[in-house]
């Protein structure tokens, strides 16, 4: 039976959502006059989900059919789920229009892989073609690549996309093999390296990429995570890895058999890390050691650095240099800042943090403002970790995330 | 000393000229004389252009491009109750420019602030305000907000729809931001009918909520988190909230 638009768009929608990418900030602004949208350089959320996810992209697969059967995967071949697909018209004309009505920033679009690899590309290529030829959209485009494409086709894509991706899924070969047997590594990172290479023939720099890493359904610890991490954000590969706890979706003997929640707050510690990363000038192995392979679940990654390493501590405000200041457990870049510029006008104490609206609550423990200690406990670590971990009401972690780029505020350690 | 000027943005510059020149020290600024009585000795400044463009010139020769800017913002954002702390910012920019980056001062602070708050809120919407296609297809959308955002946030969309028509209506100002082919203005709306809707907006608006549905996850569900980052005043016309 045929099924209607409305059905579709839940069947592929529904498909979809799994994939955490979702940001679109970061591309240049290219609106041209006399046509339809542009891209804008900070992300726009458009709405939140009931799950507290910032909406900005239409995220949905061309077709939720596919050849393959990963084990991790709703829309594997085995599965028994409705199944349905868009035409590139279809889908070219809902992107305009909900563009038009503001509901979107722009279009993310992945696949099942339907007849064969070459074949599904072609499609979303057509799609595209529509939206920037036709339409003359200039607004954000997303394209999950899909391992295995003739580069040709791969080419095409990257001159019409914003942002291209390949989710690596697993952080080991090893896991990849026993859950996606079709997939490798190499095979799963030849179309990003192809994307950098040529989007660099005619840029100075590469198209945006992505990736995203299920955590949680097979044994790597933090470490694998974060060092694999590293290294792709070092080769200048990508410019965003996403972390997803895993969400049991299949039965599988090869998959953690019961899981009750899905690991969020093992995700969130992972998000705060990679941030570290990315924004704090750390390396992974100040964040995860051989002794302690996994992140702190009580602490936040930079609060547990803090109390390792005691000895740097506590900064005075009005002597630390920048770099020192971005390491204190609590103050942001946006805080680091503030304390940059109002420095030159006075030697600032506790009051003037409040009034600069940085929260001491956890940087009281690491800092002195002209020579003052104001915490309540001794300066060792396993007081203040205590002092941290239990202010008389239990704390329950509510990650609000999967996009730490809208939340310049939950990101932010 | 209470000042009573009459709103515009002349009548604020002209109120710097003869505060400047006639040396006031107002306590207090009302767009209208105040109903109950006061003691305090009041002063109506009377809007004057040659004045005003003297102060205009003088601040954009004096002040950069971002503090006149902000000067704008804080204008445009109609706030209650900014305007000593705006006189306040001018005067310091006068004296020194660089002290204007001075946060210790309770003024700056408080237009930076301020600022601050307009951006946000102006952020917001820019992703929360929704459009409706009508019959000649302009597209429409209405809006509520605490500041007055309807020029920023029609010079953002001028980017986006820069081949549309479209309409951006604050019902509680009675303002309207109108592109109409190459023209924009911003305008007053006295009163207006409910415009019909295109054909196919009910289409779209069906398939937006049935994608909004579709890509919430269940074990993630956290409803309060959602009412946090929009918050219900926001939702009025939102086309996934309603009911
Ligand atoms: S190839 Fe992609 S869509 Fe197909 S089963 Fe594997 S992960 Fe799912």
Redesign the pocket.
Known sequence: MRKDIYEKMQILANSAKYDVSCSSSGSENNHKTGELGATHNSSICHTFTADGRCVSLLKV?LT?F?????A??????SNDIKRAAFSPRELADITINFYKRNYIEGLFL????IDNEDHTMVLILRTLKILRYEYHFNGYIHVKL?PGTDDRLIDEVVALANRVSS?I?LPSDKSLKLL?P??TKEKILQPLKHARDKSLENDTKPIGMSTQLIIGATPENDKDILKLSSVLYDKALLKRVYYSAYIPVNDDRNLPAIVNKPPLLREHRLYQADWLLRFYDFSYDEIVSEEFPNLDEELDPKTSWALHNLSYFPMEINKVSKDELLRIPGIGVRGVFKILKARKFKSLDFEDLKKLKISIKRAQYFITCKGKYCAKVSFCSDTIKQAIIEPPKKRVIQPSLFDIDYSAITGEL | MILIYDKTFEGFLTLVYDVYYEKLKPNSIFKQKPNKLILEEIKQIQTNEIKATKVLEAIKNKFSKKAFQTILNIFMCDNDDFEVDLLNFIIIGFKDKNELFNINNSSIFYIQNLEKQLFRANHKMSGFLRFEELEDNTLYAKLESRFNLCYFLGKHFYKRLNNQNYIIHDINRKLAFIKDGTSIKVENIASFEEPNLSEDEEKFKRLWNSFFEAVSIESRKNEKLQRDLVPLLYRTYMTEFEN
């Open positions: 697969l939720n596919c050849i393959y059967d990963c991790y995967c709703i829309n594997r071949k992945s696949s099942g892989i899909i989710n899924e996606a079709n997939k």
